[in-house]
């Protein structure tokens, strides 16, 4: 039997099915067919309240802007928009998702490390809060088109502290070998260069050192260093900053024997050196902006597959599922370990030693190694758990797979919030010439 502590979004019922919101996600394969993403509502409602309550009451002036690349499905989206969430957008996309969903342009965060000319137009139009630039040149780009335009863009500049996240080397953002923003140096130069260009307002110093942090060390250097700067950008410049943001990366326990920092422990972390930074460096509050993604969605959400095929090669038992790394590439791409059940036994005892497998034609698409559970047999369904960040954002057509439909499950009410793609979907875009189309 699954451990459901901290899990409260699910179940299990009479029958020993899994059960999320209180819905019982065989039914719901059955319904609406695998491979199926199934995310609770009232689940990232809880995780953002836990998280803005956790730093509000640490702090007076704070900005959460969900962080959209996580998870940009348009109704999960608007439900951290009506929560009061702002946008933390990396790309055109983002930033056009966040419009629809009616996010106010002054909660809007745009970041990114290479932006295009279309891009910076478009988030300057908009009129977001705050552009935060990665080079000098992109400051000359921002300036320039918002000449063009007539408007006067808010904006930071994004810093590598050379901070190590303690975390996949993937998904670290915060030293000096990461493409990611500009040594303390040449930021100094960027400052002093932005407060003299006439079509942009300095407003923000940014910083984000990397994804899925469980340790609180990384998040007390980052803030150290991050502070000291602004104290630097004080005495050297005279600017007193207005908005620092802090960006991401408070992690979440994929397993049973991880122990992932809560946001009350992240706000006890950075909040005593924050205080006393502002006070050391005589610094008018600035506005704090958090851009947290997965601690808010990733286990609010689980993806359901059918089991296709079972079969032993030697001495490994290969469970073969409907849904693949075009699913859900996290295991593939970074090793990422996701808890499993088989969803229609949950009170069954685990009995045997199993690797999940799914259909793509890649070695690499394995769910889950020697996973121990109840007898799996054909037809049975597997619950993928924490499926809700970097899931669906990440998905693709890979071997012409059409991507998993999407339901919300919100106070007993199911809703399809993404269609599942048919072949037709994945041919929509494509051109077929007049000269080939004859035999």
């Given at each position: 039997m699954i451990n459901f502590i901290h899990r409260r979004h699910l179940n299990v019922n009479s029958d020993g099915h899994l059960t999320v919101g209180g819905i019982n996600t065989i039914e719901l394969a059955e319904r609406f067919a695998t491979p199926l993403y199934v995310v609770d509502a009232e689940r990232i409602r809880e995780k953002y309240r836990q998280f803005y309550d956790a730093l509000s009451s640490a702090y007076p002036k704070i900005l959460v802007c969900?962080?959209?690349?996580?998870?940009?499905?348009?109704?999960i989206c608007k439900i951290l928009e009506r929560m009061g969430a702002g946008a933390e957008v990396v790309s055109g996309g983002e930033l056009y998702i966040s419009s629809l969903v009616g996010v106010k342009p002054e909660k809007i965060v745009f970041n990114g490390v290479s932006k295009s000319f279309d891009e910076l137009e478009m988030a300057v139009?908009?009129?977001?809060g705050l552009i935060n630039i990665e080079s000098i040149l992109e400051l000359h780009h921002l300036n320039n088109v918002s000449s063009e335009i007539g408007e006067k863009a808010s904006v930071g500049i994004r810093v590598n502290l050379d901070v190590s996240a303690l975390t996949h080397p993937y998904v670290s953002t915060g030293l000096y070998v990461n493409k990611f923003g500009l040594d303390l140096d040449e930021a100094l130069k960027a400052y002093k260069i932005a407060s003299q260009l006439d079509s942009l307002t300095v407003k923000g110093v940014h910083a984000h050192i990397g994804s899925q942090i469980t340790s609180p060390e990384p998040f007390k250097e980052e803030v150290t260093k991050l502070f000291d700067f602004v104290g630097?950008?004080?005495?050297?410049?005279?600017?007193?900053?207005?908005?620092?943001?802090?960006?991401?990366?408070?992690?979440?326990?994929?397993d049973e024997m991880s122990k992932a920092m809560t946001p009350l422990d992240y706000a006890s972390t950075i909040m005593p050196i924050i205080h006393d930074k502002i006070r050391q460096f005589n610094l008018s509050k600035p506005t704090?902006?958090?851009?947290?993604?997965?601690?808010l969605v990733a286990d609010s959400c689980l993806l359901l597959s059918r089991v296709n095929y079972v079969k032993k090669i030697r001495e490994i038992s290969w469970v073969l599922i409907d849904a693949g790394m075009n699913d859900l590439i996290r295991p593939a791409l970074y090793e990422a370990y996701h808890r499993l059940i088989v969803a229609n036994k949950v009170s069954s005892k685990p009995v045997e030693k199993y690797s999940i497998g799914g259909p793509v034609c890649e070695s690499a698409d394995v769910v889950g190694k020697d996973m121990v559970l109840p007898e799996v047999e054909s037809g049975d369904v597997i619950a993928i758990l924490d499926a809700g960040a970097y899931g669906l954002s990440m998905s693709s057509q890979y071997n012409s797979r059409p991507r998993a439909a999407v339901v919300l499950i919100d106070n007993g009410i199911v809703d399809v919030v993404r269609r599942r793609e048919s072949y037709a979907d994945l041919v929509s875009?494509?051109?077929?010439?007049?000269?080939?189309?004859?035999?």
């Open positions: 969900y962080a959209y690349k996580a998870n940009s499905n348009m109704a139009n908009l009129k977001v630097l950008l004080k005495d050297r410049l005279g600017l007193d900053i207005e908005c620092v943001d802090l960006g991401g990366g408070l992690g979440i326990g994929y704090l902006i958090f851009e947290p993604g997965r601690c875009h494509d051109l077929l010439p007049a000269r080939l189309s004859g035999r």
